[in-house]
């Protein structure tokens, strides 16, 4: 049975590779696009690999792939072959939305640039990522989420602390936030289009969306701001926003304000402190943060994990135990709210992320496998019109790859 959703109906060109691009094509597909990923022959998409390539945890299944690409047909075809052209000439016209993120001058040779494509389908939400916009000195630059995400926006050097240099975040992270802002371009253009019939040319940039992720700290550069030293968790600005272990080695992250102060009071067992004019107001917790941090961190290693969860949730103290990615997938919370979610289709994987949107009383496409490299070449240049006997000459002239060629990493 088809579940019917918000897009369904709706027609969308993956030609893109790695993360943020296709998680894009990806979201539109949980509300029902037909998506049709095209990738080069050979090994297909990069990111069919990325989980295999250290440091992605090591597992049977391909699980980053199935997380990019879920619900979408999947086809090969060598743009660089003069022959494809015609190929992606009916794949544009079919589609409502054509996503790419190949670099300017790269996409033009591919016959992927706006202008022509927009002059196969003068409807089509053209939508593009690129690694530092589309101006500027480094607008040429490759970028990946680690350098034009994390690394260029100011955000990277932000999130360590002091006496600490920098590390590498969690790779992947600022493309899948990206990819809710191109995704977010394209629902706005469709809206455009129904009102004005028009098609539309949006995108965005990793750097626009890590500088958005920045946005207090560079917008307080922009203010003119005097910012704060790195953080030290022994001598916080702030020592009711810090880290605190437990006795049984867990760390919290307790994230307050003086204003539930009395709550934090009751709950580490000393209501007494309400009335320490050391902590009277804001002025007095900054002056003496050195000194509160290491009171807090006293008490919270007095006591395991489960003290304090139950402790500072009676109090209504705003907390987090510092979960490991390992501790985060059998959250169940995350299945109560179908941020996890069953996948069909995957050996040794029932289970992936649901994207973060959601439309209350709209479901979601139930999540399926995704495509095998080149699966749906015939089925899908059928649809587009070309007979047996072309399809057999796109083979013949390099555009597609033999039916047995397509095979590949899955």
Same mark, same amino acid.
């Given at each position: 049975m088809t579940t019917e959703s918000v897009f369904t109906g709706l027609k969308v060109l993956d030609a893109s590779t790695f993360i943020a691009a296709p998680a894009a094509a990806t979201m539109l597909s949980d509300f029902g696009a037909d998506v049709i990923k095209i990738e080069p022959p050979g090994m297909g998409d990069p990111q069919r690999r990325l989980s295999s390539?250290?440091? !992605?945890?090591? +597992?049977? +299944? #391909?699980? %980053?792939?199935?997380?990019? #690409? $879920? #619900?979408k047909r999947g086809m090969v075809i060598d743009l660089k072959s003069p022959a494809a052209t015609e190929i992606l000439k009916r794949l544009v016209e079919w589609a409502?939305?054509?996503?790419?993120? &190949? /670099?300017? %001058?790269? $996409?033009e040779k591919l016959h992927l640039g706006y202008d022509e494509v927009a002059g196969w389908n003068p409807r089509v939400v053209y939508a593009d990522i690129t690694g530092f916009g589309d101006a500027g000195p480094d607008a040429g630059q490759p970028g990946f989420d680690l350098t034009a995400y994390w690394s260029r926006s100011g955000l990277l050097a932000s999130t360590r602390d002091t006496g600490a240099p920098p590390t590498v975040?969690?790779?992947?992270?600022?493309?899948?936030?990206?990819a809710i802002a191109i995704y977010a371009a394209i629902a706005t253009a469709l809206y455009h289009r129904e009102r004005t019939g028009q098609g539309?040319? =949006?995108g965005t940039s990793l750097l626009a969306t890590g500088v958005w992720a920045t946005g207090t700290l560079v917008a307080g550069a922009l203010a003119g701001g005097t910012p704060f030293e790195l953080h030290d968790r022994n001598v916080p600005v702030n020592a009711l926003t810090n880290p605190y272990q437990t006795a049984d080695g867990r760390w919290i992250m307790l994230a307050t304000s003086s204003m539930h102060w009395p709550g934090v009071t009751r709950a580490i067992g000393h209501?007494?402190?309400?009335?320490? /004019?050391? &902590?009277?107001?804001?002025?007095?917790?900054?002056?003496? +943060?050195? =000194?509160? !941090?290491?009171?807090?961190?006293?008490? &919270?290693? !007095?006591?395991?994990?489960?003290?304090?969860?139950?402790?500072?949730?009676r109090e209504r103290v705003t907390y987090s135990l510092i979960q490991t990615p390992e501790e985060a997938a059998q959250d169940p919370q995350l $299945? +109560?709210?179908?941020?996890v979610v069953p996948l069909e289709g995957v050996s040794?994987?029932?289970?992936?992320i649901s994207s973060p949107v959601n439309i209350r009383g709209v479901p979601k496409v139930p999540a399926k496998r995704a495509p095998d490299l080149g699966e749906h070449n015939d089925e899908i240049l059928a649809e587009l019109?070309? %007979?047996?006997?072309?399809?057999?000459?796109? $083979?013949?002239?390099?555009?597609?790859?033999? !039916?047995?060629?397509?095979?590949?990493?899955?």
């Open positions: 390539v250290p440091p !992605s945890p090591r +597992a049977q +299944a #391909n699980y %980053g792939w199935h997380l990019a #690409n $879920r #619900n409502d939305v054509v996503i790419t993120n &190949f /670099p300017h %001058g790269t $996409r975040p969690v790779w992947g992270s600022g493309d899948y936030t990206t539309a040319n =949006v209501p007494e402190l309400i009335e320490d /004019p050391r &902590f009277a107001d804001i002025e007095g917790f900054v002056e003496n +943060a050195a =000194v509160l !941090s290491e009171l807090l961190d006293a008490e &919270f290693r !007095s006591q395991p994990f489960a003290h304090w969860q139950d402790a500072l949730t $299945r +109560a709210n179908d941020i040794g994987l029932a289970e992936t019109g070309f %007979g047996p006997a072309e399809i057999a000459e796109l $083979r013949a002239q390099g555009a597609i790859p033999g !039916s047995t060629e397509a095979e590949g990493p899955r």
